[in-house]
């Protein structure tokens, strides 16, 4: 025992030379309702370089010394960019892991080994078969074993860690459900590992990778809280918008089995290491006002005012002095004079986000307006990264656009053909084989579905059918919006066509051809998805595809008159005090936006990538531009039926 608390100590005391060092929680006045440590990034890319390194240290240090490093290992898309920084370091940087002994989390149960789900695929995919690792030093628990060796084999993977000295550094992610590892709510802090069943929300998150709900196994082995915070030095990493809730109530809540990540607030040796968007719930964050004192800027004035003004549930023209005194806002109250100026200070910022003129209102007051009245016909690309988040996120603006005379461009960056059913493309395959009196191209494409083995990649010819399913789709609704066929372009950017959920890498092709469609266009407007919680990442590589695209074409003079409006798709908005522009829509242009939705009827009715939400995309999305339009009406503003809301890029 004494032994193993030296070697935490030594290792706390080396994770000191880095910049993701363990120091207590809640020590300083901003951080009070925290208990676990954590450091917050940029982004996920260079905190995964920073995890990388201090594994690579370890590594290291543990080799000078002739011995063994045991590394507990995570699957999941989290841990992704830590395993390439890693094969970076051994490739380029001779970081050998012939000293590294890894045992893996947890499997799905049952899972063949050779399935490219199971997780022992993965780690060979994105780790193993990339270092020198031995053959033999890799555990990664057994999905193929039956019931009676199971229980066995879960005692022995137990022992197997201890006879080595328990867990030198175990990385580990987080699920919305707080489980770590697949330690569901309701496990025990001291469980070892074992068989669980998977929660509903787990299974729900994993449909994306096994092509549909269905086919998620029910059960999982698992190593043990128990195990999991005996190792010496604990990191968890978590990114983005749909960890956010999760990850406050981990940080900041009790301990509890209901959310099992919270038991690793007793332990000392632990750090989260978040995105901004991860860490965005956490109260310095979303409240800074309420833990420490604030240097009162537009949008954090912006941003509290709202948060009053929901919190107390008035509107904003309603609220006192005491309400901001009595809510941790007495400085801006300070600064500011009284509540009554601040109040209408931030009524006409909030007004004037509203427009029904996205392109721009002719021959109006530009300071009153989103956007520019100049010129009053401009040319405008939508990027949509999937054949229907255009009509999906923005159809209201999109109407708006082409009614009002400007000249609409649609990009469909990438083909959509992964989201399209078998049993859909069958239907397709047989109504046209039976127009071509069964040519030998339909029958091949019927014969490959019928005979798809589960979790295979489609042919290359049924993937083309799958798009041109998409394709028809997309130019029925385009049309229905009065948009000319000329005016719709399929890019079709090679990082999606890998016929798998996981896709390639962004790549030189993909932005060159995304920089040949602004610089012929030459765009006033260009609207484009930042909406960054899609399950399977399609939207953020579409979205890193424009932002390089934009940094190339910044210097053309053509560039100083672009604008660049974000929307978000179908799974979350931009917070009220977000939005830069409000697109208000009437009853009649929220039908108009179903119907045009409608068109994409391969989308309809449990469609393949659902997230986390089991209503139809054109259910929640009406849900979701009518709680914007509630937002803004108890705000004090407008009462609209529906608001499509963006927010404004500057490059």
Not at 112 to 138: A, R, W
Not at 156 to 175: P, R, S
Not at 492 to 510: H, I, M, Q, W
Not at 543 to 563: G, H, P, R, T, V
Request: hydrophobic share 35%; aromatic share 10%; glycine share 6%.
């Amino acid at each position: 025992m004494k032994e193993t608390e030296n070697e935490k100590a030594k290792l706390i005391k080396m994770s000191k030379k880095n910049n993701i060092a363990y120091s207590p929680a809640g020590k300083f006045e901003e951080t009070r309702f925290e208990k676990i440590h954590n450091v917050i990034f940029d982004d996920s890319k260079q905190a995964s370089v920073e995890v990388a390194n201090e594994i690579a240290s370890l590594i290291k240090i543990k080799a000078s010394e002739n011995k063994s490093c045991v590394l507990g290992l995570a699957t999941g898309s989290t841990p992704i960019k830590v395993y390439e920084e890693l094969i970076r370091l051994h490739n380029e940087e001779g970081l050998s892991f012939q000293n590294v002994i890894s045992f893996n989390l947890d499997e799905y149960y049952p899972m063949n080994p050779e399935d490219i789900q199971s997780y022992y695929y993965f780690m060979h995919e994105y780790l193993f078969k990339h270092v020198d690792i031995l053959p033999e030093n890799i555990n990664i628990p057994d999905g193929s074993l039956q019931g009676t060796d199971l229980h066995q084999y879960c005692i022995d993977y137990e022992l197997k860690i201890k006879e080595l000295g328990g867990i030198d550094f175990q990385l580990l992610g987080i699920g919305r459900t707080g489980h770590i590892g697949f330690n569901e709510p309701g496990s025990h802090y001291n469980s070892g590992t074992r068989t669980i069943t998977l929660d509903s929300m787990t299974r729900e998150d994993a449909a994306p990778s096994f092509l549909g709900l269905d086919n998620v196994p029910r059960k999982a082995i698992t190593m043990g809280i128990g195990t999991i915070t005996k190792a010496k030095r604990i990191v968890l990493l978590a990114w983005g918008i749909t960890k956010a809730e999760i990850i406050k109530k981990t940080i900041e809540g009790e301990v509890t089995s209901s959310v099992p990540a919270t038991y690793l607030q007793n332990q000392e040796n632990t750090t989260f290491i978040l995105d901004r968007e991860a860490s965005s719930e956490l109260t310095r964050n979303k409240t800074p006002w309420l833990v420490t004192s604030c240097i009162w800027t537009e949008d954090l004035k912006k941003k509290a005012i709202c948060w009053l003004s929901e919190l107390l549930q008035k509107s904003i023209l309603k609220l006192t002095d005491k309400d901001y005194n009595n809510n941790g806002m007495s400085s801006l109250i300070a600064e500011e004079g009284s509540a009554y100026e601040l109040n209408i200070e931030m009524f006409n910022a909030l007004q004037n986000t509203i427009t029904g003129w996205p392109g721009g209102k002719p021959n109006s007051d530009e300071t009153k307006r989103p956007e520019r009245a100049t010129p009053e016909k401009k040319r405008v690309i939508i990027f949509s990264p999937h054949p229907d988040d255009d009509v999906i996120s923005m159809g209201g603006t999109f109407d708006r656009l082409v009614e009002q005379g400007h000249e609409v461009h649609i990009a469909y960056q990438t083909s959509g053909n992964i989201a399209v059913s078998d049993d859909e493309a069958l239907k397709f395959a047989e109504v046209t084989g039976y127009m071509n009196v069964q040519s030998d191209l339909m029958k091949g494409i019927i014969n490959d579905i019928q005979n798809k083995q589960p979790y295979s990649i489609d042919s290359s010819e049924t993937r083309k059918l799958k798009g041109m399913i998409r394709r028809g789709e997309s130019l029925a609704a385009t049309r229905y919006m009065s948009l000319p066929d000329e005016n719709v372009h399929f890019l079709d950017l090679p990082f999606y066509e890998t016929g798998k959920v996981k896709k390639g890498n962004l790549s030189r092709a993909d932005i060159e051809i995304i920089n040949d469609l602004i610089t012929e266009i030459k765009p006033h407007q260009i609207y484009a998805a930042g909406d960054l919680a899609d399950p399977h990442g399609t939207h953020k590589v579409c979205l890193d595809a424009i932002f390089a695209s934009l940094e190339e074409l910044k210097s053309q003079k053509f560039m100083n008159d672009c604008w660049v409006w974000l929307y978000r798709g179908a799974w979350h908005e931009w917070d009220t005090h977000e939005i830069e522009m409000a697109v208000p829509m009437s009853p009649d242009q929220v039908l108009k936006k179903r119907h045009a939705i409608f068109f994409h009827q391969s989308q309809k009715d449990g469609v393949m990538f659902q997230g986390d939400d089991s209503r139809e995309f054109w259910v929640r999305v009406e849900d979701r531009n009518r709680l914007t339009a509630n937002k803004y009406n108890h705000l004090g503003l407008a009462d609209y039926a529906a608001i499509e809301a963006f927010k404004r890029y500057h490059f």
